[in-house]
């Protein structure tokens, strides 16, 4: 009975020590464990922070990149209404030295015009030779079957559009230099006439045929300013444009055709600047 007693205690003993030896085994394992979980932690806490100040790094260019952009449109924007504002003052500029050159060119033809006169005027004294049926009738002299003195009102009408049928003629026969100063002479005498802005129109038709494009626009520009009202002033901006192409003056050209368009909508001269119009594009 005693030695049962003695077996128990013995293994009671080993089963305690066992225990115990097993409690260190645990308590070194959940040592090393938790020496794990706190380096990870670590190693976690690293990576966070890392990426944390990745993130704020990306969030930061972003930023700099939408300031950017923004700073990029706003400069678009701006430099649109830039050029848009240097467009209407290029515009106005075109336009405010055209019509210096137009009266610029004027003033010349004028001049040379009087010149002109003057060195002819000592050959058209009388006395100089019989002067022609034509010519008597461009300077009021009487023809065959007129009578001399006061011309009445039938005869004044008949000499305008004998002057004015002659320089067509001219015209008609290829004969500009002649046209033009029978043209010029008719608007001298009759500057008031129903025929006047016609006149005024042909001249600058004898300008562009003899392809002296500068003094075609200066004659179509007279239409325009002394004929305001008169059925010329379409076609006197049209040829005037055509003139400035030959010259090769685009901008001069589109500014007037975009002009007869404008003033002019449902008239043939618009639709044939709205046709030159999309050749200039």
Known sequence: MQRTIHVSRSTIFIFLLLFCLGSCVYDQELTYLNDQIVALEGRMTTLQETMNGELYTIQDKEAESATKIDQLVRDTIRLSEEV??????????????????????????????????????????????????????????????????????????????????????????????????????????????????????????????????????????????????????????????MAFLEKGDETGARILLKRIVSAFPESDQAKVSEQRLETLK
Do not use: H
């Not at 100089?128 to 001399?148: C, D, F, K, L, W």
């Open 84 to 241: 848009e504002d240097n467009g209407v003052v290029i515009r106005g500029i075109v336009e405010r030295d055209l019509s210096e050159i137009l009266f610029s060119l004027e003033a010349l033809t004028q001049k040379v015009a009087d010149l002109e006169s003057g060195i002819r005027r000592p050959y058209e004294q009388p006395g100089q030779g019989v002067p022609s049926a034509e010519n008597r009738a461009e300077v009021g002299s009487p023809i065959e079957g007129e009578e001399t003195g006061t011309e009445g009102p039938d005869e004044s009408i008949s000499t305008e559009q004998a002057l004015y049928n002659a320089s067509k003629d001219s015209f008609d026969q290829g004969r500009f230099e002649e046209s033009i100063e029978g043209f010029k002479r008719f608007l001298e005498r009759y500057p008031k006439s129903g025929l006047a802005d016609n006149a005024q129109y042909w001249v600058g038709e004898c300008y562009m045929a003899l392809k002296q494009y500068d003094r075609a626009i200066a004659a179509y520009e007279e239409v325009k300013k002394k004929y305001p009202e008169g059925n010329k002033v379409p076609d006197a901006m049209l040829k005037q444009a």
